[in-house]
């Protein structure tokens, strides 16, 4: 049972806008702003495409937007691709000097 | 250009040891946090363990312990895992990761698989 509570999947047509939600609780995404999201290819490493819930990194398609109110936080992938089908993660600082991961969504491009 | 390539991954047997090493470049390594993170077949992320620029502060998930030591050497821009008492269920892939602040891992090497069976 992962720390982060991620949907187990997702799916979308091209064009189409998703949203992920990734709940956690008072203690961690509710008290910091230090929720991040990685998306990974199958057998490839994870790719940080979202920090600090909304800053992208530059190179991050403006398609991927992040947003967090209370204990959830969001990822939306606007414009749907058939390469933004991957597996997304979750991340937030645990108060405990820890990371906590969600258990991952698969996005389906339907 | 930041790179992280990790090494030292393997088969292993119940109650044996590894040690893991990362090699990083393309950044002053000696500026950053970094992390151990693992990811077993077919599963989600792990967070492992975690040390400071400096290597005074280190950190781990309560599933290791006590079994694992996170290190550092600035001289040679490395990062390491030394991994004791294995268990079966200590199979995965074992990234690092930079770490520019708490909740976010920004650079990933492609991983390294460590294997415990019998």
């Known amino acids: 049972q992962s720390a982060l509570t991620q949907p187990a999947s997702v799916s979308g047509s091209p064009g189409q806008s998703i949203t992920i939600s990734c709940t956690g609780t008072?203690?961690?995404?509710?008290?910091?702003?230090?929720v991040s999201w990685y998306q990974q290819y199958p057998g490839k490493a994870p790719k940080l495409i979202m920090s600090e819930s909304s800053k992208r990194p530059s190179g991050v398609s403006n398609r991927f937007s992040g947003s967090k109110s209370g204990n959830t936080a969001s990822l939306t992938i606007s414009g749907l691709q058939t390469e933004d089908e991957a597996d997304y993660y979750c991340c937030s600082y645990g108060d405990n000097y820890d990371f906590l991961f969600g258990g991952g969504t698969k996005l389906t491009v339907l | 250009e930041v790179q992280l390539v990790e090494s030292g991954g393997g088969l292993v047997q119940p109650g044996g040891s590894l040690r893991l090493s990362c090699a990083a470049s393309?950044?002053?390594?000696?500026?950053?946090?970094m992390n151990w993170v693992r990811q077993a077949p077919g599963k989600g992320l792990e967070w492992v363990s975690y040390i400071s620029s400096s290597g005074s502060n280190k950190y781990y998930a309560d599933s290791v312990k006590g079994r694992f030591t996170i290190s550092r050497d600035k001289a040679t821009n490395s990062l390491f895992l030394q991994m004791n008492s294995l268990r079966v269920d200590d199979t995965a892939v074992y990234y690092c990761?930079?770490?520019?602040?708490?909740?976010?891992?920004?650079?990933w090497g492609q991983g390294t698989l460590v294997s415990v069976s019998s």
């Open positions: 393309g950044f002053s390594f000696s500026s950053y946090n």
């Open positions: 990761a930079r770490t520019p602040d708490w909740g976010t891992l920004d650079y």
């Open positions: 008072s203690s961690d995404v509710g008290s910091y702003n230090l």
